[in-house]
């Protein structure tokens, strides 16, 4: 079991995901009430596109571990990459309850706020991410979405500017400020917005 666990996380790693599944699967059937190998099954599948597959092992997970906000960490994204909101934030309210220390937990919980036009809860979510995490550059761009539906232009174009800032090869935070300039009709600014994202 641990020889097929070790493959399967070498080849998590060279991204061949449907041996590590195939890896994993069988170190399951060996040791089935293993926690974390759910959870690295549910990632290789995750990775490869199958997001009912990754759901069912994260809940798994959930079932042998409760008290471990990872799983409903991941879980969480997987619903928030589906577009199922509600069922996204319950996750992301128990992954930020059992790990109010991840700011993992609190950026995505921001997206789905923001995804739910939610914007002050949004606003909340990613000034503690940027708190825990002050160099993750999502985090800026998200909330200076938020700031900019709430017609917040000034600290929409501060948060993206500090995105770019911290990755200059961030080319939504380019494009998204140059939507806030158009707004403001500083169309010279927003053309060379435009034409950074475009290049990259």
């Given at each position: 079991g641990?020889a097929?666990?070790?493959?399967?996380?070498?080849?998590?790693?060279?991204?061949?995901?449907?041996?590590a599944?195939?890896?994993?699967?069988q170190a399951?059937?060996?040791?089935?009430r293993?926690?974390?190998?759910?959870?690295?099954?549910?990632?290789?599948?995750?990775?490869?596109?199958n997001?009912?597959?990754?759901?069912?092992?994260?809940s798994?997970m959930?079932?042998?571990?409760?008290?471990?906000?990872a799983a409903?960490l991941?879980r969480g994204?997987?619903?928030?990459a589906?577009?199922?909101?509600?069922e996204?934030?319950?996750d992301l309210d128990?992954?930020?309850?059992?790990s109010?220390?991840?700011?993992?937990a609190?950026?995505?919980?921001?997206?789905?706020?923001?995804?739910?036009?939610?914007?002050d809860?949004?606003?909340?979510?990613?000034?503690?991410?940027?708190?825990?995490a002050?160099?993750?550059?999502?985090a800026?761009?998200?909330?200076?979405s938020?700031?900019?539906?709430?017609?917040?232009?000034?600290?929409?174009?501060?948060?993206?500017s500090?995105?770019?800032?911290l990755?200059p090869a961030?080319?939504t935070?380019?494009?998204?400020r140059?939507?806030?300039?158009s707004?403001?009709?500083?169309?010279?600014?927003?053309?060379?917005?435009?034409?950074q994202?475009?290049r990259?």
């Amino acid at each position: 079991g641990d020889a097929l666990e070790g493959r399967g996380d070498a080849l998590m790693c060279m991204k061949d995901y449907a041996r590590a599944v195939d890896d994993y699967s069988q170190a399951i059937l060996l040791t089935p009430r293993r926690a974390d190998l759910y959870m690295k099954r549910g990632t290789a599948y995750a990775q490869s596109g199958n997001a009912a597959k990754a759901i069912e092992d994260f809940s798994e997970m959930i079932q042998l571990r409760p008290r471990d906000g990872a799983a409903y960490l991941a879980r969480g994204g997987i619903y928030l990459a589906q577009a199922q909101y509600q069922e996204a934030l319950q996750d992301l309210d128990n992954a930020v309850q059992l790990s109010p220390g991840s700011a993992d937990a609190f950026d995505r919980r921001g997206f789905a706020h923001l995804y739910r036009q939610d914007y002050d809860a949004a606003v909340h979510d990613f000034d503690r991410t940027i708190q825990l995490a002050p160099k993750r550059a999502d985090a800026f761009a998200g909330r200076g979405s938020a700031y900019m539906r709430e017609n917040d232009y000034a600290n929409a174009i501060e948060d993206y500017s500090r995105a770019i800032r911290l990755d200059p090869a961030f080319a939504t935070a380019y494009e998204r400020r140059a939507n806030v300039y158009s707004q403001k009709g500083d169309y010279e600014r927003a053309i060379q917005d435009y034409s950074q994202a475009i290049r990259l």
